[in-house]
């Protein structure tokens, strides 16, 4: 087959950031917006981006040139840390983080021991994902390795870009839950190495968090961390203060929260502590020396009332920062609506989001805070081709709001305070179209 035939043309308002940065200062400057602009891309990767009257000509003849004039196209959006198997107990009334744990979740993620109902929740989870626009997530399973089959075959059928791990727990927990140090080893060698980077999927080695997992158990997950140095950590850290007097409890001999999961190996670059709210200033020096990264899950913090992350204190220290849905706590799957809600927190602690470091957040910061900014989060030649096009009108709220905005950087705001699902309009995985709104 000519190879001209595999090339596919976008056109629309393109907006992506050209760089990671170290300081929210520096992402107006790096803002790339074309009004009128041209995607071509090849065998799912970036041909060639830019100004449409500049690339018209390189379209091969005979290629159909999708036009979504009136709309704008941005990389997929990037979740940092959710769970599948709490997709069905979204809005759990009326507890907090450990409560909430046994009276809701555990029951829940009991059923996905069912090869057959975890394959039709993964096929729920990964739809709901695209219809938001999110084309990559980091997802913790539940401790049963078939809801980790199911959910990779799912991702592997869209070729999606999609981390994920079998949760491994071994006390504290129902025991229909729980695992034990050598199975949780084995399971999720085997998921290792059967999985990751099948296609693009990823592994990540996941303790639920310190409170349910032994001593043993978290020696075991820094084993498998030396053995497959290239795959993720991903656990929860310093969410609600209850959680973090037990781990005191359970961990005496260790010096704080963190320092329970740096003391088996367990911190480093592609080590992903969701929530991080309550931490002590020994706890912030640790994420910084060990260039750990922490998934800011706005949604979940105020759902559970776990309170208000410091993201000021994150960006002072130059830490990794993810922002993720953190489902089932999380209320919404769309990151307009998580980004809408962290704006919110900042201005409960007198702090300020704008719209692009909002942007920046879901799209190439968060591919950063995954260590995957060579190859998603912006539109450089040769990235993968994900990307959602957004109908920054799909209300007629949004309608009347956009027609007086003054300029993008207003425009991209109303978006993400007012957006949601319905502003997905298209949503592309490697190259190809997945999800369309109409
Ligand atoms: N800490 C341990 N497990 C969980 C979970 O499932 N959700 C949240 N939000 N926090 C946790
Ligand atoms: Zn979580």
């Known amino acids: 087959m000519d190879s001209f035939n595999t090339v596919k043309a ?29 995607l071509l891309i090849e065998n799912g990767k970036i041909k060639w981006r830019g100004e449409w009257e500049d690339g018209k000509a390189l379209v091969p003849q005979g290629t159909r040139v999708r036009n979504y004039a009136g709309k704008i196209i941005v990389p997929g959006f990037i979740d940092t840390h959710l769970h599948y198997p709490q997709t069905e107990m979204i809005g759990a009334y009326g507890e907090q983080l450990l409560e909430w744990l046994n009276n809701y979740v555990f029951p829940t993620e009991a059923k996905y021991g069912n090869e057959e109902y975890a394959r039709e929740m993964s096929e729920f989870f990964i739809k709901e994902l695209l219809r938001n626009g999110t084309t990559t997530a980091l997802v913790l399973g539940s401790v049963h390795p078939e809801s980790i089959d199911a959910l990779f075959e799912t991702a592997l059928k869209q070729n ?12 504290n927990a129902p025991d229909n839950l729980t695992d034990t140090p050598e199975s949780s080893y084995n399971d999720s060698k085997k998921l290792i190495e059967k999985w990751h980077k099948k296609g693009r999927l990823l592994y990540a080695i996941t303790p639920r968090f310190a409170p349910t997992s032994s001593p043993e158990q978290l020696a075991i997950a820094g084993q498998l961390r030396r053995e497959y140095p290239d795959t993720y950590v991903h656990t929860h850290l310093c969410e609600n203060k209850s959680e973090i007097e037990w781990v005191k409890s359970l961990f005496p001999e260790r010096k704080n929260y963190l320092d329970v999961y740096h003391h088996y190996g367990l911190t480093g670059s592609k080590s992903i502590f969701a929530h991080s709210i309550h931490l002590s200033d020994d706890e912030w020096q640790c994420l910084q020396d060990t260039n750990s990264t922490v998934a ?23 830490i990794k920062v993810g922002i993720g849905t953190d489902i089932g706590a999380g209320t919404s799957f769309s990151m307009l609506q998580t980004l809408n809600e962290a704006y919110k927190i900042q201005q409960l602690q007198n702090q300020k989001l704008s719209a692009f470091e909002a942007f920046y957040l879901v799209t190439l910061g968060n591919a950063k805070s995954l260590e995957l900014d060579h190859c998603i989060g912006n539109f450089d030649i040769g990235k993968e081709a994900d990307f959602v096009v957004l109908d920054p009108c799909a209300t007629p709220i949004q309608q009347l709001r956009y027609d007086n905005a003054k300029d993008l950087s207003e425009q991209l705001f109303i978006l993400i305070t007012l957006g949601d699902d ?15 709104a109409s």
């Open 10 to 38: 976008v056109r629309g308002s393109i907006l992506d950031i050209r760089q990671v940065v170290d300081s929210p200062e520096q992402i107006v400057d790096n803002v790339r917006f074309v009004k009128d602009g041209l």
């Open 160 to 171: 999606m870009r999609l981390i994920a791990g079998k949760v491994m727990m071994d006390r």
């Open 296 to 318: 800011f899950c706005p949604t979940s913090n105020l759902y559970l009332g776990s309170g208000l992350f410091k993201l000021s204190e994150a960006r002072r220290r130059k």
């Open 422 to 436: 319905r502003s997905i309009y298209r949503t592309y995985v490697d190259g190809r179209n997945v999800y369309s």
